[in-house]
């Protein structure tokens, strides 16, 4: 993983399998591992889907009710130099998931946010559904 050349610490946004588990890119599982903490739309979901990769990381939850006052939280995590990964529920966070707030704040003040990309459903669609992909 590419570190920040600051002080700060990194905010990955990192896509989740959508469905099936094992559909989650290897890069995500490393960023998963290596963090410092996982910011997630559901702790509970995510839990889940770090057992089983064996992945071991402290969780806290950023949604919809929270997401305002625990940007705050992950932001002074940031800025103290722990890196930190956003995952929702299923795809990517920021597509119709938490997140927003936190991310643009992070911008503003200089904090390197890092896409971990992963599936995407609208183009799984696209693939079988039969019409013109080119």
């Keep these: 993983m590419n570190e920040a050349q600051s002080h ?3 905010l990955y946004v990192v896509a989740t399998a959508i469905g099936d588990d094992e ?3 290897a890069r ?3 960023t998963l591992q290596a963090v410092s903490l996982i910011a997630a739309e559901d702790t509970r979901h995510t839990q889940q889907l770090l057992s089983h990769f064996g992945i071991q990381k402290t969780l806290l939850s950023l949604h919809q009710h929270n997401e305002h006052q625990r940007s ?3 932001l002074q995590l940031l800025l103290d130099g722990k890196c930190i990964a956003l995952v929702s529920d299923a795809g990517t966070p920021l ?3 938490p997140g927003y707030p936190l991310v643009v704040a992070a911008q503003e003040r200089g904090i390197n946010v890092v896409p971990i990309p ?3 459903a609208i183009i799984a669609a696209l693939c079988v559904s039969g019409l013109p992909a080119s």
């Design 8 to 10: 700060f610490g990194v």
């Design 23 to 25: 559909d989650l890119s």
């Design 28 to 30: 995500a599982k490393a």
């Design 72 to 74: 705050e939280k992950i």
């Design 95 to 97: 597509i119709s998931d």
């Design 118 to 120: 992963g599936a995407c």
